[in-house]
Nanobody
Framework: QVQVVESGGGLVQAGGSLRLSCAAS????????MGWYRQAPGKQRELVAA???????NYADSVKGRFTISRDNAKNTVYLQMNSLKPEDTAVYYC????????????????WGQGTQVTVSS
């Protein structure tokens, strides 16, 4: 089986920073893309940032210039450095592993993590 586990959420004041981490584990051979999504109360889940195995990055307009996504392919880990946080960044942040090649199971479309809460106070 594959596990995707996020960490690093918490409470921070507006203007502050947080760094989220997400590690995928469980006989993984490779992962095509890893990304961060968020869901605020009453809203749909939305893409925050994603990165491919070759390093191509994609950001939501709302976080460009403030958030940076990075990845360690050898560790199947993705990070999200969040700076200049705003109250509207408050949400549960989810990690997604897209296109997972597993040693025993073969190709799996995606796995989601359980999410980590980020709260930005004004």
């Amino acid at each position: 089986q594959v596990q995707v586990v996020e960490s690093g959420g918490g409470l921070v004041q507006a203007g502050g920073s947080l760094r989220l981490s997400c590690a995928a584990s469980g006989s993984i051979l490779s992962i095509n893309a890893m990304g961060w999504y968020r869901q605020a109360p009453g809203k749909q889940r939305e893409l925050v940032a994603a990165i491919t195995s070759s390093g191509l990055r994609n950001y939501a307009d709302s976080v460009k210039g403030r958030f940076t996504i990075s990845r360690d392919n050898a560790k199947n880990t993705v990070y999200l450095q969040m700076n200049s946080l705003k109250p509207e960044d408050t949400a549960v942040y989810y990690c997604k592993a897209d296109g997972v090649f597993h040693a025993g199971l073969g190709y799996i479309n995606y796995y989601w993590g359980q999410g980590t809460q980020v709260t930005v106070s004004s």
